[in-house]
Structures are given as structure tokens and as C-alpha cells.
């Protein structure tokens, strides 16, 4: 992993967040984008998969527009081949937003690691130090890319469950 690798995080999880927990999950996000970027993480993947991800990506705009001077950048992936009818009015206006927004945005046109739903992930996790993910359903805490994640050497960290790990090094 390079150095410029080991500055970077990405985010998964549910694309249905409970109503009642969006502000907290929002709160939580805030915290952990801040101790992240005093152990030196300054960019954030954010895929654009309803839920989770969007909520993420608009944290670290928050983040950003509070501390301008952090360095934090929103490094956003718009979706590849998505058939317009799969997304809301909603959630295709957020695309469109954080796509204005970000602060550099990789095309799965121009990145063909980056043309599905898993490849993304991978490429994602290939890239990073960090995971930040929000599962309300335990067995997703330990699905397919968090546990690529880990055989990868990145610290996951979960905020909606606490997963059992050896020396609990991973969760927040």
C-alpha cells in the first residue's frame, strides 16, 4: 500500500437506514471523519449506492465545510449502467449534488475497476486504510467486503454493530 493509499477511507453499508437513526448515524459520521483525519486520513470514497454511502458522502461535505482547511476531500463514484427508473427523483438529484461536489470524481467510464457494484467495493478497499461501514443486521457486518476488507489489513470500523473480533482492534 502506498502512502498516499493509507490516507484514504471508504464507506458501506445499508442502502435502508432506519428514519429514526439517520441523524445519530450523521453525528457518528462527523466523529469518526474527524478522528480519522487526525491519524492522517484526508480522502474519503463514497460510492453513490442509496442509504449508507450517500449519507456517508454527505458527512464528509460537512466535515469539509466546516474545517475548510483540513485537507478532507470527497473522492465521489458516480454509478455505472444504472437504469434511471432504479433511483428516485431524490436520490438522482444527490448524484447529480455530489457530483458538483466532490472534490474529484472517478468515472467508471474512465476506471473500468469500477463498472460494478462489487468492483467498486474491491477497488475501493484496495485503495484504502480505513472502512467505515453502518449494518443494522449482524450477519452483514461480516459480509463478503468487510471480510476482504480485513484479509486486506484495513480498520473497519462499524457503527451500528459491535463485531466480535479477537483484540477488537477494528471497532470504534
Known sequence: MTELERSRCFFVGDRELPAY???AIHQRLGEIIGELVQQGILDFFAGSEPGFEMLAAEAVIRYRMHY????VRL??????GDVPDKRTQAELHKII?????????????IYPGLSTLELRRHWMADHSAACVTYFSHLQDCNSEIIQYARHGGLRVIHL??????????DNA
Open 97 to 109: 449534488a455530489m457530483r458538483q461536489t466532490a472534490n474529484r470524481v472517478l468515472d467508471p467510464q
Open 21 to 23: 437513526r439517520i441523524k
Open 75 to 80: 473522492l465521489f463514484i458516480p454509478p455505472e
Open 160 to 169: 451500528a454493530k459491535a463485531v466480535p473480533e479477537p483484540n477488537n482492534r
Open 68 to 71: 475548510p482547511d483540513s485537507g
